[in-house]
């Protein structure tokens, strides 16, 4: 048997809301926000994948303190460097401009905005910041949108992506739809017509999927704590459960995104590689038998 499609260009670990606290506290009292990115760290070397890159779409500390950068940047630019990726962080309501970019970018620009651009191979990752200080919604401003214009104004060998905190997506629960990212329509004007194949943000503390002018929008959901949808109307629920990360990989022809949990489960059935590479080699009839005298067992 062989594959209908064609081998993957590009492939990012896309991660969001890590919300550090101080080194002796817990979020909201009962959560390890390190624990858990160590976890996920740790269950993601099991599988020897290599990303591109690591995508981190913002509140990388809950309250820009410093230390939290610090102790994040220890745990993650090891991990990133055992698996060859480069490590893309992007800007939250909850992140502090001037400790972000000391402590993660190792630049002294302050409190300016914190826009940048990465080539991954021929892959152009743009990171949007979208915050305004003191304030949960998202804004891009006038000097922003120009400066966008200027970096999609030449296509890149592979297309782009842009990753920003505040995605262009409803935000599903009427109690927050203050923290919403302003003036969409604008967002999506701003990329229509440009090489961007899909939009990576956070900020929701759940896992959703939409479009903005043709373009996919992909949230990932938080690694900290998450939204309880089950709720009643008007209300909220933050809950220690559903944590998780997003896969993206980069076709030629189509852009894929795969919801991953963080934790352990029981296992059902189990295939090991050596098994999966003789079905593989299997004729279609081969391998229709096989399936069923495993279904038998």
């Known amino acids: 048997?062989?594959?209908?499609?064609?081998?993957?260009?590009?492939?990012?670990?896309?991660?969001?809301?890590?919300?550090?606290?101080?080194?002796?506290?817990?979020?909201?009292?009962?959560?390890?926000?390190?624990?858990?990115?160590?976890?996920?760290?740790?269950?993601?070397?099991?599988?020897?994948?290599?990303?591109?890159?690591?995508?981190?779409?913002?509140?990388?500390?809950?309250?820009?303190?410093?230390?939290?950068?610090?102790?994040l940047r220890a745990l993650v630019e090891p991990a990133a460097a055992a698996i060859g990726a480069e490590v893309i962080w992007v800007m939250g309501n909850h992140d502090t401009r001037t400790p972000f970019r000391q402590l993660l970018l190792d630049s002294d620009a302050g409190e300016e905005s914190v826009d940048m651009v990465y080539d991954i191979r021929g892959l152009r990752i743009v990171a949007l910041d979208s915050t305004v200080p003191g304030a949960h919604h998202g804004e891009i401003t006038d000097e922003q949108y120009a400066w966008l214009a200027e970096v999609l104004a030449e296509p890149a060998p592979h297309g782009t992506l842009i990753a920003l905190h505040h995605p262009p997506v409803p935000s599903l629960i009427g109690a927050i739809e203050f923290v919403e990212l302003r003036d969409q329509q604008r967002f999506a004007d701003a990329i229509a017509g440009t090489d961007v194949r899909g939009v990576l943000g956070g900020h929701l503390h759940f896992t959703t999927f939409s479009e903005i002018g043709g373009v996919p929008v992909s949230v990932a959901s938080a690694t900290c704590y998450t939204q309880d949808l089950n709720v009643e109307p008007g209300g909220m629920r933050g809950q220690d459960g559903a944590q998780g990360f997003n896969?993206?990989?980069?076709?030629?022809?189509?852009?894929?995104?795969?919801?991953?949990?963080?934790?352990?489960?029981?296992?059902?059935?189990?295939?090991?590689?050596?098994?999966?590479?003789?079905?593989?080699?299997?004729?279609?009839?081969?391998?229709?038998?096989?399936?069923?005298?495993?279904?038998?067992?």
């Open 1 to 71: 048997m062989t594959s209908q499609h064609p081998p993957v260009e590009h492939f990012i670990l896309h991660l969001s809301d890590t919300h550090f606290v101080g080194a002796d506290e817990k979020l909201h009292g009962v959560i390890d926000s390190d624990a858990n990115l160590r976890r996920l760290f740790e269950d993601f070397a099991r599988s020897q994948a290599r990303p591109d890159a690591i995508v981190f779409t913002g509140d990388l500390a809950d309250a820009g303190q410093e230390d939290a950068y610090r102790r």
């Open 247 to 297: 896969l993206v990989h980069l076709y030629n022809d189509r852009v894929m995104h795969t919801v991953v949990p963080i934790g352990e489960f029981s296992t059902v059935y189990e295939v090991t590689a050596e098994q999966m590479r003789a079905f593989a080699s299997m004729t279609d009839d081969e391998a229709a038998a096989a399936m069923a005298h495993t279904a038998e067992r």
